[in-house]
C-alpha cells in the first residue's frame, strides 16, 4: 500500500527526443506527487510536484502527466539534453502526513549527444 | 548560505564500530530528516525531527539514533556498525512538514561497514 513503483530502471535517449518515466501507486490517500533529479555525487534536488486535482502541470521542458483513476503519473522531459542525464526519483506523500515521503526507486537518464 | 551540509563525505568502518554522522542547516528549517539511499530502493526514512530537541522514527529505524539539540544540526548515530548499514546517507531539511514544502538535501555521506 505504501509503495510507489517505478519504470524503467534505467533509460538511454538521444539530444533532442522524449524521456519519459512512468510511476504508480496504491495508496489512494497520497495526494501531492513530486520528482527529484539527482545528479552523480549530490543529493536529490526538486524538479516539480503536482496535486492529482490537476491532470498536468509543465515547468520549461519537464511535464508531469497524472492519471487519477489509473493511480499513475509520469514525467515528460522534452527535448532532452545531455545536462539532463542524472536519476529521478518520483514520489508521493500524504498533505496531512508531514514524517512521510514515499520514494520510488529511481530511473537513472543518460541522454547521448 | 551552505543550505544542507553533511559530515564527513565518506566513512569506512568495521563491523562493531560507532560512528556520528552530522547534518548542519543555515536556512533556519524546522523540520530535518535522515534518509538512507541504496541501489534499486529510492529514499528510505531513518529518523526525522519536527523541532529542537525532539525526534521520531521513521520507516527504518533500527540500529541508528538520532539528536537534535540545537536548531540547526541534526545528529545520526550508529552504536554498532554492521554491514547491513553500508549506504549512502542524506540529511534533508524543510521550513515546516506541510505541503507544498520543499525538502533541501545534503550531498550525502557515503559509509562503507566491513
Known amino acids: 500500500q505504501q509503495q510507489v513503483k517505478q519504470s524503467p530502471q534505467s533509460l538511454i535517449v538521444q539530444k533532442g527526443g522524449i524521456s519519459i518515466i512512468n510511476c504508480a501507486y496504491e495508496?489512494?490517500?497520497?495526494?501531492?506527487f513530486p520528482w527529484y533529479q539527482q545528479f552523480p555525487g549530490k543529493g536529490p534536488a526538486l524538479l516539480i510536484a503536482?496535486?492529482?486535482?490537476?491532470s498536468e502541470k509543465k515547468e520549461g521542458r519537464f511535464t508531469i502527466s497524472f492519471n487519477k483513476s489509473a493511480k499513475q503519473f509520469s514525467l515528460h522531459i522534452m527535448d532532452s539534453q545531455p545536462g539532463d542525464s542524472a536519476t529521478y526519483f518520483c514520489?508521493?506523500?500524504?498533505?496531512?502526513?508531514?514524517?512521510?515521503?514515499?520514494f520510488g526507486p529511481g530511473t537513472s537518464l543518460s541522454v547521448i549527444p | 548560505n551552505a543550505g544542507v551540509t553533511q559530515t564527513p563525505k565518506f566513512r569506512v568502518l568495521k563491523t562493531g564500530q560507532s560512528m556520528t554522522l552530522l547534518c548542519a542547516q543555515d536556512?533556519?528549517?524546522?523540520?530535518m530528516y535522515w534518509y538512507r539511499q541504496d541501489p534499486g530502493m529510492g529514499l528510505r526514512l531513518i529518523h526525522y525531527?519536527?523541532?529542537?530537541?525532539?525526534?521520531a522514527k521513521g520507516e527504518v529505524p533500527d540500529g541508528y539514533n538520532v539528536s537534535r539539540l540545537k536548531k540547526q544540526n541534526f545528529l545520526l548515530g550508529l552504536e554498532s556498525a554492521a554491514p547491513s548499514q553500508t549506504s549512502v546517507y542524506f540529511c534533508?531539511?524543510?521550513?515546516?512538514?506541510?505541503?507544498?514544502?520543499?525538502?533541501?538535501f545534503g550531498p550525502g555521506t557515503r559509509l562503507t561497514v566491513l
Open positions: 495508496n489512494t490517500a497520497f495526494d501531492y
Open positions: 536556512m533556519n528549517h524546522e523540520y
Open positions: 525531527s519536527v523541532g529542537e530537541g525532539t525526534t
Open positions: 534533508a531539511s524543510s521550513p515546516t512538514g506541510r505541503v507544498p514544502d520543499t525538502q533541501y
Open positions: 503536482i496535486r492529482p486535482d490537476v
Open positions: 514520489a508521493a506523500r500524504e498533505s496531512t502526513s508531514y514524517d512521510k515521503v514515499i
